[in-house]
């Protein structure tokens, strides 16, 4: 069958989310997980302590049962809970075949070899608590650390999930580094994610690392001109 590219999986699963928010009444930010989480039929929403960040179990009644870990920060647990309801929708979006949007991201057996379920839950998430109606009317116009911290404050996600989830937006060569501090000091500088354009794939760290090595050659983007 013909394989789907992983941005081609990502739009329709984003498509699926817009739908989604809107039917279930949670098109406003921050996202309202509970009220999401009803729709889509789970009926119990847990805290244990616990190891893993979260699970989604089957009920008694036929719905779903979210399970998270309660030491963590509220940035985090949204995350989790929305991860979680990530699989839900691809749980009943299996269920559904005549769905138009179920069926254009089935095109293929397989999406792509590194975007797994668990690669699809984390996207969903991220498109479920910054959703592209408000990222779409924000960061073309403000693509900046603090536009991307201002929607992460509004979203109540954070920052990480909203820079994720900005480089679909924008409208210039973007690469985002992770800086790590040591006693005030630069201690490393991890580069991230990077994209020549809205229509280029991203080029992963490894990638990069490859490139580094001399055991690839990748077009790289240019820095931005506000970051």
Known sequence: SRQMSRDAAITVLDQLVGYLLVRAGCHAV??????LARYLGVSAIERRPM?????????????????????????????SLAHELGHVVLARLA???????????RESAVVSANFDEEA???????????????????LPVDFSMRGISDV????????????????WFATQPVIAFHLRLYDDQPSSLRCLWARSSRSAPFVSSADLLNVLN??????????????
């Open 120 to 138: 699809q839950a984390d996207h969903l998430a991220g498109m479920i608590l910054a959703p592209s109606s408000l990222l779409g009317a924000r």
């Open 95 to 105: 269920g559904r075949p005549s769905f138009a949007l179920g069926r254009k991201l």
């Open 30 to 35: 921050p996202v309202d997980l509970e009220r």
């Open 51 to 79: 190891g893993p960040e979260g699970f989604v179990e089957s009920d008694e009644r036929g719905g779903y049962r979210v399970v998270l870990r309660a030491d963590r920060p509220p940035t985090r647990t949204r995350f």
């Open 214 to 227: 001399g055991k690839a050659a990748v077009e790289l983007p240019a820095l931005p001109a506000k970051i």
């Open 152 to 167: 992460a404050r509004e979203c109540n996600v954070s920052i990480p999930t909203v820079l994720i989830r900005a480089m």
